[in-house]
């Protein structure tokens, strides 16, 4: 508590916008969370063999996990001098990563078409889009259906996090009588930190936002959201009540650890696992936009409210 208040003090007047803001957001989202009641809703029999199914996960697993990184270092090195390497060039070399997993990614896609699921694959209200499975995600996209999963990820977000804060707490309280082990820190994601430090009017800045807010959810959609969760989906499609769900939180506790964020980790894993619904229900395409426009939207907010969006 002593903390709180402390941070509190702290604040400024963008500060209080940035928790009024959220807050509205949040309680608008819990009403848009109406709108996803009849999920995960009647989905379509699988059309990708075991055998797509399993090239997809290995390949997203492959690109997230190995390939960016082995990328993102070889980048780094050749930036690096005597003096390290600059927090601009180790941003520039994590969006070249990012580039080159996305594009290992696609090119799985265009040689075994069935290892990204670009399309919908629940009913919905209007008519399903028609031709090939990108120009059905291109048809489900919509700003709209943006605004509308945006909202209520922002519902979900805000739930998790004060369930997590609430758990934290009582952990710590636990640990300070000797009835359990430490607690992980509470500390926000080593991005976080970056961003806090680079000035907006510089092209090291520059070179956050794109690696955040474009390099980042590209490759994180392709990964688990194309790739990754429409091969959980299909292996465990022997369990016909609950296969779905079980990719679903498959996927979201893989993209929740991937991040290595103790803290985040439950939000994580409700992102995670949303975006999934998400897809299914409109396409990748939009599962993208939706991730650039909440990563841009988190960067804003801690520019201009460093002391309220780091609680």
Known sequence: MDELAQSLEAFGPWDWACVVVNLLVAIVGIFALKCWRNLPGKVAGPTTSVGDA??????????????????????????????????????????????????????????????????????????????????????????????????????????????????????EQLFLRGWAGQPPADEPQEIVDAVLKTDVATWRFATITLAVAIGAPIMEELAFRGMIYPALRRVSIGSEKYGRWIAVGLTGALFSAAHLSPSAALPLFAFGAFMCLVRDRYG?????????????????????APNASTL
């Open 54 to 171: 399993v090239m997809g996960l290995s390949t997203g697993l492959l690109s997230f996990g190995i390939i960016f990184g082995l990328v993102t270092q070889l980048v780094s090195q050749s930036f690096s001098t005597y003096f390290g390497i600059s927090q601009a060039h180790l941003f520039t070399a994590a969006f070249c990563g990012q580039l080159t997993a996305a594009t290992a990614m696609l090119a799985m896609g265009a040689i075994a078409p069935q290892t990204v699921d670009w399309a919908p694959s629940v009913e919905t209200d209007g008519p399903k889009p028609a031709g090939s499975p990108l120009r059905q995600a291109l048809g489900a996209f919509g700003v709209s259906r943006i605004l509308l999963a945006l909202l209520s990820i922002f519902a979900l977000g805000l739930a998790a996090t004060l369930v997590w804060k609430g758990f934290h707490g009582a952990w």
């Open 284 to 304: 990748l395409l939009t599962c993208m936009a939706i991730h650039c426009s909440f990563n841009a939207w988190n960067l804003v907010w801690l520019k201009l």
